[in-house]
């Protein structure tokens, strides 16, 4: 059975950084492209950005030049920087898979942006 468990949200002012990190367990996960997902309150899951196996990285609009996708496949670790934080990049975030039938989602990471 895969895991997914995230951690490193809390609460920040605008402008603030926050760190994510995604530990994958039950698989090595080195092979897949890994994402990482956003739901804010009444609104649809959005992707945020992928990073394939061989790194190349990929990015919504709305975080680009701010976010920063990486992965450490010796530790089945993905990890996400978010820097310039604003209001609405507010929300649970998950990792995933990026392409594919997704692993069971995990709890997520809760980031408040809020001065």
């Known amino acids: 059975q895969v895991q997914l468990v995230e951690s490193g949200g809390g609460l920040v002012q605008p402008g603030g950084s926050l760190r994510l990190s995604c530990i994958v367990f039950?698989?090595?996960?080195?092979?897949?492209?890994m994402g990482w997902y956003r739901q804010a309150p009444g609104k649809q899951r959005e992707w945020v950005a992928l990073?394939?196996?061989?790194?190349?990285?990929n990015y919504a609009d709305s975080v680009k030049g701010r976010f920063t996708i990486s992965r450490d496949n010796a530790k089945n670790t993905v990890y996400l920087q978010m820097n310039s934080l604003k209001p609405e990049d507010a929300a649970v975030y998950y990792c995933?898979?990026?392409?594919?039938?997704?692993?069971?989602w995990g709890q997520g990471a809760q980031v408040t942006v809020s001065s």
């Open positions: 995933n898979k990026g392409v594919g039938t997704y692993y069971p």
């Open positions: 039950g698989t090595i996960f080195s092979a897949n492209t």
């Open positions: 990073i394939s196996s061989g790194g190349t990285a």
